[in-house]
């Protein structure tokens, strides 16, 4: 499979069909059995079953933080913050990727919150809203547990970019939210990291998890939640961000919130508007929203902040992508957060004489949620993303991403 189709398919983070990936990583699956995952002190049988195996360490240490390659966070100590390194995956050298591990140890005992960053390697506000949660707490103060893990995809977070650089037949660039719940035998690297966190880090501690995003390069979003509003656990979450949209859909396979609720942990994905930046004001809503969420869950005590409600929220169901059909630079004649009707011009293209090539007409009545950020568009490339309500929803595979 070439790389041409799944850079179109990749530019999106948040929406929808991406069949071509999943089918990538699942050619080779098969013939990888005889490959052994990293020897740990415990069958990877034992940790695909989801309960704890406790907490394993390397005996490494580095930079001061103490190396683990599986977790159990009741085996931390009570009433304290702890920094830790997970060891994923083995880079071609033969050293490891580690991630960032934070855990606040409540005093006394309650339920156990996730919360991830750095799946994808250009979203910077999402690693900076855990960050800043996780900077809040006293565990002191606390019954319960939060975990964080900041910069899940390593070699993508080093290099700023979306996807994975993975030593396949040169290299490839794996979209890591793609991948879950991973495979600790798989066929990649970025598989098996997937599989090793999963199975080892994130599924055993979470009693819920919260997977933070933001749009792509070259794609803006608005601050908005993405999860299944039918599913009760998760509506009340989401509905504790005083955020202005929610995206009411179960969206693909191989995202990582979706991993988690099929094994029955109730999961979400707030998108933090643009990729590669600090937006420090859209970071302090979702702060909000996640401390909410602690102090529904009892983890955290002291008054709700303000919530969906407070910022009249609009949810949509599905997401009206409108696709360029030719080359040229894009005009856009709406913002993020815009309302706009069925009918209405969103956008402009015109070719290197100025002349207009395209122009772009939403065909649904919604908000806008996303919009290219890069001026310059080649034919198919998403340009806007319209969230609405549809009365009788696609799925999750109608949408391109
Ligand atoms: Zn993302």
Redesign the pocket.
Known sequence: MSDKPKEGLDRR??MLASLASVGASAVLAGSAGAAKAQETATSSGEAASGTSQGTIYTGDVIDGKKVVSALDVNDLAPGQKHHLYFQGVEMPSGQHWHVSVTVARGEKPGRRAVLVSG??GD?MS?IHTVQTVMNQLDPAQMSGTVMAVTDVSRPAVEGMQ?RWPNQGRGIDLIDM?REWPGNENGATAPSRHAGLLFNRLLRPNADFAIDF??G?TGFDVTAFNIGGMDVPEVKAMVELYPVGQIFDNHVYPGVLHNAFMDVGIPSFTPEIGAARVLDLEMVSLFVEGTMNVLKHHGIVSGPMGRTAKDVNVFVGNSAFPILATAGGLVEHLVKLNDKVEAGQKVAVQRNGFGEVVAEYVSEVAGEVTGQRSDAMSEPGNPLVFILFNNPAPAGAGAYPE
């Open positions: 983070d948040f799946v994808h979203e999402s979306r939210n995003h933001t792509t």
